[in-house]
């Protein structure tokens, strides 16, 4: 069993950055694909960011790609999210998410892919 642990989010101005990390228990975290999703205020939880076990590679959704950077430490058993030039559309509730052990060599950004949840932390862009 996994556990996740998000990072506490905050309150930023538009333009500004954040990085929010996730810390995961057990030894088997860098077997583990993980991934960044987010859920505004009445809409649907969608896919942020996602990198393989190695962080070899990362995926992005269109919406964050170029502002967003997902990036791994596995000696450190974490897994971060550094957000810049920050924008009030980005406002949501941001959950880390984890796929089980098995060296996935590819991204993804499909919620049905991640096993592992962790308890959301408030993000929130002022204009």
């Known amino acids: 069993q996994v556990q996740l642990v998000e990072s506490r989010g905050g309150l930023v101005q538009a333009g500004g950055s954040l990085r929010l990390s996730c810390a995961a228990s057990g030894r088997t975290f860098s077997s583990h694909r993980m991934g960044w999703f987010r859920q505004a205020p009445g809409k649907e939880r969608e896919f942020v960011a996602s990198?393989?076990?190695?962080?070899?590679?990362?995926y992005y959704a269109s919406s964050v790609k170029g502002r967003f950077t997902i990036s791994r430490d596995n000696a450190e058993n974490t897994v971060y999210l550094q957000m810049n030039s920050l924008k009030p559309e980005d406002t949501a509730v941001y959950y880390c998410?984890?796929?089980?052990?098995?060296?996935?060599?590819?991204?993804?950004?499909?919620?049905?892919?991640?096993?592992?949840w962790g308890q959301g932390t408030q993000v929130t862009v002022s204009s």
């Open positions: 990198i393989t076990w190695s962080g070899g590679i990362t």
């Open positions: 998410a984890g796929d089980l052990p098995g060296m996935a060599w590819r991204p993804s950004d499909a919620q049905s892919t991640y096993v592992y």
